[in-house]
């Protein structure tokens, strides 16, 4: 499984699966002189923990980050930072029904044909705990971006057929609300409809979206290394996204290019755009305007009712799953999205420090 | 611009501009041994070239591809492929306009940005035309995927309002119609939707489909390499795209658990789905069934409407582009989906060899 | 500091300096199905340790690996190994002094260059200490190795003046010899030389040399990935060591063609060679004789005569160096050249299964 | 044959074999902005060139570079630069032998071990024509470096038992004598010695040593893209290259601590070393002192001489070598040296403009 490893400069290494010892993350490349402490990393790890509301888990994960390398002085020194988390929580007993069985809408079955068998217990690799090493790894980014003036908005826009009213934004909310929304009032009628799914043995999906506000232009590598197409692949990266709109998104292939186009015009000495249907990028580097970008989830796959399936003697049997699981994905993914992001943008805006012959004769000052 | 370089071991490098002396690309990593001339990579070409129908701009570029290095006694040696396209029927003088002014929609401010200038003529390197090496390579990944049994399917599915009904797909028609749809009474209402766009001066969106067949099951590497993660930067990589679904897509978020997970049984001793939900991937690895996914493409951004903008001044301007462009960029942008597709399978499916124990013994024979 | 990735598909990271809580590495893209344990490994970390012998320091560095992640039920599943090992015996008193000296022939100076300030303890990550991430990774390389039949043997060729005679040549010696020489004669001499060196508070430098047996022709890649030249870096990357020889290596260049050109003949239906000037690599791929090739190692740079130096603020100062340090660097640093060495050749193997058409049309079987 | 792409953000990607159309490279990552001549370019291919001396094979190769894409205005836009080469006089008959046979020190063996046939004309892709590419790339990177105080300096040091006298050393000779040795009289020399190996049909190993000034301290990625172990990888890339010292190299294993450790000074408020022993690198990293090191260079395989061998239907035959070749190669490799040690410092000082917090603050101004 090379696959691991995300980004070019700012490179991190995630390992460790839902019930081994530990997961972790080894950021390599982030620049020396950064001020980190745990404190700064297990914020962020936090919101993505289980347990902590009626629509997520009851189950109890500490997800107390230590920081193993990398650090000297309370400085970053350039070298590697080892972030692990040890498992503390995990019952295995709850999972072994699943051993033998390929679970609907999970990776049970590519995993067992890839690989020849798997570990079962909680999901493995596959499991959403996996996320908590980018979460981590996402923490430092955040505080760099921060540092240089660029704010990351994740946030839940919809859960099932409830969405916000971007009329009553409230970006307080966000952190909150159980459903991670910016709108006290969607997230209590979400709250109903979660309650109704759990209910009737089932599960939602929903969508989160994304703003960061301060990039400069010109963030992104064009052709392969476009900004909007390394953020696609970042979301997707995460369990569960089944699709990406940058901007007005599938919306824009319904329109004309007089509605889509996004007419530039000057203000205090700066290029800006009256509208941003793009979401902030041109030719793949972003354009100087706020980026925006939404991101669709499925529901959790883990359902309590009776599912068909097969096992791994090919035999067509039913399964019910038993266990603690969240009625949707979408609120504990929506930090996830915030550390993905950040840590695709700050990698791209450190590429972006060789694109001119001037930058690089400023930097080498002869 | 590093980002001209794609994939891991199937990989290409393409190069050249709108309006340099030729564009092309190199494959490095092509297995030994596979025929190839040069009519096998023209008959894709073709598909992507201009001029060829009411709905495609009367630019001719014969687009001749000629292979520089690679082959030998007609088979592939192992060695980098270098194709090359030459430029032949640029006219410079069509662009001089957008030497000084930003094209609302199109990439000319970011290339500032980064840059400090850039080559202006018919876009440069953010001009569609630097998808003819992607077309050139995606050939040859073709012929390669075809010959250990899997097909790639691209076609367009809707273009502004009108859509294609699946009940009348004709696989053929997508060769045929203008639009690339497989369905040519849609094909028909779609050309006078873009009749009338013209008119009014302006351009349209759509949509293109992607259908995958033949696709064992465990390609993609989980984590951040995952099948769909990889294809939707690959689909957002081609200019003008906006949105990737995978499966149901945007759909996924409105569902429920039980009516989004697929269903496992056996048929003829093969793991089946009785339902594809989930476009033929779970954990980011393919499951066996058929991968389908959508990608939402923008409005042609040159429209011949008087538009508000500014120039490199940083003065405010009115801009009026002349010169010949497609009233839709999606059907030539099918054969780049196709090719798109086929290079990131490819470059999975040899990365996927390594992923066991028993392939390495069995391959070394010990 | 990126940079502490190493591999294309069988890919590891390190992590960790001499004083940091732990050291560590994170090996992705192993198989899946490998049998491996803790013991496994700690066998080769064993080696790498030092207070073993009274040639090296008599610091006691446990150096316990655990395994975090990747396993399962003995077996290894394709996902990443986390190995760790607990710092548990630094006493940071032993350092106070270099905080603001740039200790000659150490790495002070570049890094505060680099970075604006460094980990002063132990050497922080250029302490050789960094290496037991690389063994470990190397460990679980060297057991797939052996399984499809391939043999790495490194060993101390020469310390200082002292040779090794190969007409004593004596494998089991290695792992007996204080100084890892294939010839307990010379090793005795060896250490009466070290004996003498320490006495006079100086240190002494070596030769290692590597034969790999059981690799079949073809394995690396021509040009820039060539087998010969990845072996050079990795063995480079080991610090204090100053050169490589493939073959014959310097001798090569003082050669006639007639004497250097290894004739080939058949031998049981396979293609041999009557001398191995190569060292067993032509064009940068194995030509089917057993790899051999030297590594030349500086002397210990820390030694106990006052040396002249500069300090943080600029001053001319007079630099005494305390604590325990080895007279020579060669002993332990011979597991590290067999690990990296493993590490290299497995990764090019991998990559080797790609390099044609009918082992991908083999693999996928239609 | 992945391999043919060097470098993580300055990337060159080769292409192209003896006997094809063409060959070249295409450099991407280039800054924008550097003025670029074709003529830039040309003149250090003309120093690789064959037929220009008594010691060089009197084919006759124009190698005249073709600039395709990336430049407008006559400087790099920040796009791919695709740099070709036409193969102008090839005449494959001369080759005709060697289709079956194995040369004794040629990769022919392992390219048919590795890719099941090869393509034979003048040694296809293993041929010396193969360094022209990184010739022009190494042109580019050249001219960057001279621009921020940067020179490299390669040069002939030994053709056989014939070493130049440090003392009479003359930097012009480089370029005027045959041999490129800075030292008239030892070239003369060297000439009777190739002379005497002619009329052998034997042929002269030699030794490139390499000098870079201006570099500044902390130029290299520690652990594993240390500096050195760039340019020895970068070295060993270069066909029939066997050995690589840094600095002192093979002498630092025969040393003493005492003897190999450089003092620093402080010199006009900068860091300086007493002796360079190292030849410019710490830890990996460059020191701030000049950069030294050596290249070994095998004898040209193609001897004229009977050679004992195989073909490829497995029976022992005698191959007796026809055409042109020089009797060293040495020469025509001292620039491929400067061209490799170019790419592998420009690369890493790209790079080392992430290390700190600082700088990415002080580049993002905020």
Known sequence: MAGSTYGTVFQITTWGESHGKALGVVIDGCPAGLPLTEEDIQIYLDRRKPGQTSISTPRKESDQVEILSGIFEGKTTGTPLSLMIRNTSQKSSDYSQIASCYRPGHADYPFDAKYGFRDYRGGGRSSGRETAGRVAAGAVALKILSAIGIDICAYTEAIGPVSIDYDRFDKAAILTTPTCMPDAGASARAESYLKECQLAKDSSGGVIACLVTGLPAGIGEPVFEKLDASLAKAMLSIGAVKAFEMGDGTLAAKSRGSENNDAFFMENGAVRKKTNHSGGTLGGMSDGSDLFFKVHVKPTPSIFQPQDTVNRDGENVTIEIKG???????????????????????????????????YLERFYRR
Chains 1, 2, 3, 4 share one sequence.
């Open 324 to 358: 603690r699981h969240d009625p949707v994905i979408v609120p504990r993914a929506v930090v996830v999205v915030q550390a993905m992001t950040a840590l695709t943008i700050l990698d791209l805006m450190m590429l972006n420090m060789n694109a001119r012959m001037e």
